[in-house]
């Protein structure tokens, strides 16, 4: 089994700039994604940023430029750096790990970005 544990979300201004973080634990075999969703009220949820084992990176439109995913240690801990955040960025953010074994997902933290 593989748990993921997500922290890192809470309350900023417009502008600003967050850090989430994702430590996975557990069973865990060849990853072949790390990435990070995210989920507003009465939307469904979408894919923020992606980070594909040997380092390739997708990123939605509406994030480029100012966020970045990353796993800077090649540990099981992946990151989301937000900066320059807008009101539309607040939702649920969920961390989600692919491997050899199959698809996991975080319990999701929450940012809110409202003055």
């Known amino acids: 089994q593989v748990q993921l544990v997500e922290s890192g979300g809470g309350l900023v201004q417009p502008g600003g700039s967050l850090r989430l973080s994702c430590a996975a634990s557990?069973?865990?075999?060849?990853?072949?994604?790390m990435a990070w969703y995210r989920q507003a009220p009465g939307k469904q949820r979408e894919m923020v940023a992606r980070?594909?084992?040997?380092?390739?990176?997708n990123y939605a439109d509406s994030v480029k430029g100012r966020f970045t995913i990353s796993r800077p240690d090649a540990k099981n801990t992946v990151y989301l750096q937000m900066n320059a955040l807008k009101p539309e960025d607040t939702a649920a953010y969920y961390c989600?790990?692919?491997?050899?074994?199959?698809?996991?997902w975080g319990q999701g933290t929450q940012v809110t970005v409202s003055s």
């Open positions: 557990g069973r865990i075999s060849s990853i072949y994604t």
């Open positions: 980070r594909i084992n040997g380092g390739g990176t």
């Open positions: 989600n790990i692919r491997d050899l074994t199959g698809e996991y």
